[in-house]
């Protein structure tokens, strides 16, 4: 059995229009350091978008982001790498979680391991990426467009935006919910993302794919960062 972090975070950064030029040098820098910091078993420097599209007119130059999986519970600092963000970025946001559900694989590893599930009464994260076939590309950039709009829609929605490890073929979804009974709705009975589901085998969109949920246990900064909805708390 693959071993369950007891931590995961999730890091977010806001970078302005003229500095991103340093955002693109950290990013071709920064993911051995990331990876090579005390008590990190996986980590990802990721690129993000808005999550309407996922083809490559989807990207947000100005925020980037990090998933992280610790080997300890009071783990999360992320040293010279996040003071390095920090000093690029004007805004930025962290959320702590607690893995509930992993299947599938994320650069041939299950990160996250094979958690038990357990019962989870607050705020439920989910994360999706996947490593498309090019040549099936086109055909799940067609297919998303009315699943993003489904999902922006969604009761209980509080967060979301896209990510991906490169400007095409590699993307995937960040989006957080009031409780894992309204993700669970989204999930399952949203026609839309429920047709989507349906044609994954048969179109055989991706070489690699994971879906993963979490417990959110906390998150600090600037919750606008994440794409917070207005009102929510």
Do not use: N
Request: charged residues 25%; contains cysteine.
């Amino acid at each position: 059995m693959v071993p369950v972090p007891p931590l995961v975070t999730l890091h977010v950064w806001r970078v302005p229009r003229r500095r991103v030029g340093r955002a693109f040098v950290r990013m071709a820098t920064d993911p051995r350091r990331l990876r090579r910091l005390p008590g990190v078993r996986f980590g990802k420097l990721l690129g993000t978008g808005t999550g309407t599209s996922f083809g490559p007119g989807d990207a947000d130059l100005t925020r980037y982001a990090a998933v992280v999986c610790w080997d300890r519970t009071d783990g999360g600092d992320l040293g010279g790498v996040g003071a390095a963000w920090e000093a690029v970025a004007t805004a930025s946001a962290r959320v702590e979680l607690r893995p509930l559900a992993s299947r599938g694989r994320w650069s041939r590893a299950a990160p996250f391991g094979e958690p038990a599930g357990g019962r989870c009464d607050g705020p439920v994260l989910a994360l999706t990426r996947a490593r498309l076939r090019p040549a099936k590309a086109l055909t799940f950039w067609t297919a998303v467009p009315p699943v993003a709009r489904e999902l922006a829609a969604a009761p209980g929605l509080l967060a979301r935006f896209g990510v991906g490890e490169a400007p095409v073929g590699w993307q995937g979804t960040v989006s957080v919910w009031r409780d894992a009974a309204d993700l669970t709705r989204f999930a399952y009975r949203q026609p839309e993302h429920r047709a989507v589901i349906a044609r994954t085998a048969s179109a055989r969109w991706y070489a690699e794919d994971l879906f993963a949920r979490f417990a959110v246990l906390d998150i600090s900064g600037d919750r606008t960062v994440l794409g917070w909805r207005e009102g929510e708390r």
